[in-house]
């Protein structure tokens, strides 16, 4: 079946760590799209991907990074300039003018 | 970033009770859609406006695109304690990218 698939579901952060979030689509969608949510402030645009080896910045890129070197995957990085990092992370794809498709999002806790 | 106005922010009712609830925007917009999302889950598609005026059922919900073009408001009937979670509207303003804009979502309790 036809989806975008995140991993893992929870990730724990040890303070100064990097962690990488995974996103991988096979719906052959050009655009992807990273996300953070938090509670009673929906969602907000942290990174997008129109097209393969390319991305650009949200709203709230600060202390992250990402990578398109396959348009199946837009992998997501908290690095540890990220200071607050415990949040809901959500990926969408979208082809065109059309509406975005959600994993199920990764839980990610500093411990 | 630029976020719509979507209201009430959390709703309490009874099961059998229709539910209301809409987004606004400044700006014209050329897409609505409407999300649920249950806990710890990603948002699911429930209903996808393209046109001004549109009138979209599916099952017990029923939304629509504002003919003003700057909102639109989704319909819950007879609301069943499954319809819990919380509910987003997003848009995608005209003349613009193929980027969405979210509502901040309206958490719907249905006590049984």
């Known amino acids: 079946d036809g989806g975008i698939t995140q991993s893992p579901k929870y990730l724990f952060r040890k303070e100064g760590q990097n962690v990488t979030l995974s996103c991988e689509q096979n719906?052959?969608?050009?655009?992807m799209y990273w996300y953070r949510q938090d509670p009673g402030q929906g969602l907000r645009l942290i990174y997008y991907s129109q097209i393969v080896n390319d991305f650009q910045k949200g709203d709230i890129a600060e202390g992250y990074s990402v990578s398109r070197e396959k348009k199946e995957s837009f992998p997501l990085t908290v690095t540890s300039a990220q200071k607050n990092p415990t949040a809901f992370y959500l990926c969408?794809?979208?082809?065109?003018?059309?509406?975005?498709?959600f994993g199920q999002g990764t839980r990610l806790t500093v411990v | 970033g630029q976020q719509l106005n979507q209201s009430p922010q959390s709703m309490f009712i009874q099961e059998g009770e229709d539910v209301s609830m809409n987004c606004t925007s400044s700006s014209i917009f050329n897409t609505w859609l409407w999300y649920k999302q249950e806990p710890g889950e990603g948002p699911v598609l429930l209903i996808a406006?393209?046109?001004?005026?549109e009138l979209t059922s599916n099952g017990r919900l029923t939304a629509q695109f504002g003919i003003t073009r700057k909102d639109s408001f989704l319909n819950i009937s007879a609301s069943i304690p499954s319809d819990v979670g919380i509910y987003f509207c997003a848009g995608r303003q005209q003349g613009g990218s193929e980027k969405l804009v979210f509502g901040k979502g309206m958490k719907l309790t249905v006590n049984p």
């Open positions: 406006l393209y046109k001004a005026g």
């Open positions: 719906l052959n969608h050009d655009a």
């Open positions: 969408a794809s979208i082809q065109g003018y059309t509406e975005a498709f």
